[in-house]
């Protein structure tokens, strides 16, 4: 029985770890080709025991770099049917505190990185028959947090700039369709990260968890199952929206 995703050829950055590497094994799970790519060089041994899989050096802010991935993935496999736009990194600041420095750090790799992704891969997509973009924004594109001020700004960036991609592509017949993902706090090498660096990592871990109705923080894979159905046929007529996987966060 053929996979969800069989024979597709997709792109999944950030995937060494935490939701792109979820998301790459869940894809390959269901058939697809995935191109791995990361800074971190670990995403090589991860490819490794993935079928189907590659991997990449990727830094998600060189726009280069982007057209030699893109440019390898189409001549390698003759298509681009996917992206999993997932690369972000998080700066722990209150609006006080903040640094241009640390700001512009953020919004390069959230929201430039995102950008660079969207626009190659949609010239790549409408000249070997469409796709699907799914850009990972998250709950802290839809809702504030006191000391997230950059984080919060990049990733409701990436939200908009999603559906003004889809609008493009839907108005011009590309067949290419472009949502955005948001994950609350999941049990993720970045979440673990904001906890070690806290005063009582024990009494944010909490807090996290606390936060969504649920009482718990949710898996990569929950992240993962969706953004699999973004990339598959089953959502062909779906474009410009916002899915939140979230445990019930942004629903009090």
Known sequence: MAGRMQDKVVIV???????????AKRLAEEG???????????????????????????DVTKEDRWVEVI??????????DGL????????????????????????????EGVFLGCKHAVRAMKQTGGGSIVNVSSV?????AATLPAYCSSKGAVRLLSKSVAVWCAERGYNIRCNSLHPSFLETAMVQSMIDLAKDG?????GLERASPMGRMGKAEDAANMMLFLLSDE?????GAEFVVDGGTTAR
């Open 71 to 80: 440019g390898h993935t189409v001549s390698t496999y003759g298509k681009l």
């Open 235 to 239: 959502s062909v007529f779906v474009t």
């Open 84 to 111: 999993a736009n997932n690369a972000g990194v998080g700066s722990m600041n209150n609006i006080e505190e903040e640094t241009l420095e640390q700001w512009r750090f953020v919004h390069a790799v959230n929201t």
């Open 32 to 58: 697809a080709r995935v191109v791995m790519t990361d800074r971190n060089p670990a995403g090589e041994q991860a490819a490794a025991g993935i079928p189907g899989a590659e991997f990449l050096i990727q």
């Open 140 to 144: 802290a594109g839809l809702i504030g």
């Open 13 to 23: 950055t950030g995937a060494a770890s935490g939701i792109g590497l979820a998301t």
């Open 202 to 206: 024990d009494k944010m871990r909490k």
